[in-house]
């Protein structure tokens, strides 16, 4: 089955990290590139960061530069998100989505997206 899942979202102080994880399923990641994106309440839904086999990392979200990276497992199908230094401006549902080959800004060139994970900044 073709899905991705993500996990790792909790409550977090300010100044504190989250590993988000995405289980990617029935998708070579080497043809895949995998972004991140998020959706605070309220507000449009945002490319954060993506990574491509091809391509390497893109950064879409200026806000997350030095404090967030991705990386991939791509024996075990997994694409992390390492967040570190998380403020309140980083609460929001994320979201990992595939899509081959090319790491874009825009989530409509996603094909696929998983359920989300609730992260919450928040003392």
């Known amino acids: 089955q073709v899905q991705l899942v993500e996990s790792g979202g909790d409550l977090v102080d300010p100044g504190g990290s989250l590993r988000l994880a995405c289980v990617v399923s029935?998708?070579?990641?080497?043809?895949?590139?995998i972004g991140w994106f998020r959706q605070a309440p309220g507000k449009e839904r945002e490319a954060v960061i993506c990574?491509?086999?091809?391509?390497?990392?893109?950064t879409f979200a200026d806000s997350v530069r030095g404090r967030f990276t991705i990386s991939t497992d791509n024996a075990n199908n997994m694409v992390y998100l390492q967040m570190n230094s998380l403020k309140s401006d980083d609460t929001g549902v994320y979201y990992c989505?595939?899509?081959?080959?090319?790491?874009?800004?825009?989530?409509?060139?996603?094909?696929?997206w998983g359920q989300g994970t609730q992260v919450t900044v928040s003392s």
């Open positions: 989505a595939s899509n081959l080959k090319y790491c874009l800004g825009d989530g409509s060139q996603y094909d696929l």
């Open positions: 029935g998708l070579p990641l080497d043809d895949y590139a």
């Open positions: 990574i491509s086999s091809s391509y390497g990392v893109t």
